[in-house]
């Protein structure tokens, strides 16, 4: 049995294409976390794909008893992953742990962190430069923060403001501040001096008016 030409080449792009998505391999344990206690956790090494955008599949063998929806809480540590996978959410649907440790992280956004139950957020050690404003806009229950040791230069405005239940943050060894917070009062201080010392980037609109020309009264 032969494929036609048109055939074998979208077979041959959908072969290339699932090879070069991401594969974790899952080691499930499990872990106690702060604010959290003890989780089911994928401890994720990446097999293939370090920098693709889509998540192709997770291995590993599960604990007895233990399904993939007893999955709470995903640690990536000394890995190579540029960018948090846009289907992360199809394999690990309600996360309450992320942790991504010394893994090269660049970007971090809303749209990886729609994770409404999550308590526990540590991205340290990695390469982010910018973190927008509304970036916890769904994670409300959000309790620790850790971005110790990126290389944040820029932090949008009241990037706390939304987390009521925040206990710990922590920004220690970044260029434009080090500094962690563990008590409401802290948190507040730290949320204001965030823009100050990481001011955002505003794009200045310039807007060229015609000079005004006096025109003498005539009599």
Known sequence: FCLSRGLGDVYKRQ??????????????????FAYVGSAYTCLATILQGQSSTVLEAVNGVHMDGKTDDDVIALRVNVQRLEIIPINLKEFFDD???????????TTLSVED??????????????????????????????????????????VGINLLSSLSELKFADFFGNPCISVRASTPEAIRELNEQLPISCPPRVTETTTETEPTTETEPTT
């Open 113 to 154: 962190l729609q994770y409404p139950n999550l308590d526990y957020l540590r991205v340290w050690r990695n390469q982010l430069t910018t973190i927008d404003g509304n970036l916890f806009s769904a994670t409300p229950n959000l309790q620790y923060l850790d971005l110790d040791s990126n290389l944040l230069q820029e």
């Open 15 to 32: 072969l290339a294409t699932r090879a070069h998505g991401l594969i974790f391999n899952c080691n499930y344990r499990m872990e106690s």
């Open 95 to 105: 996360l309450r742990v992320l942790s991504i440790y010394n893994s090269g992280l």
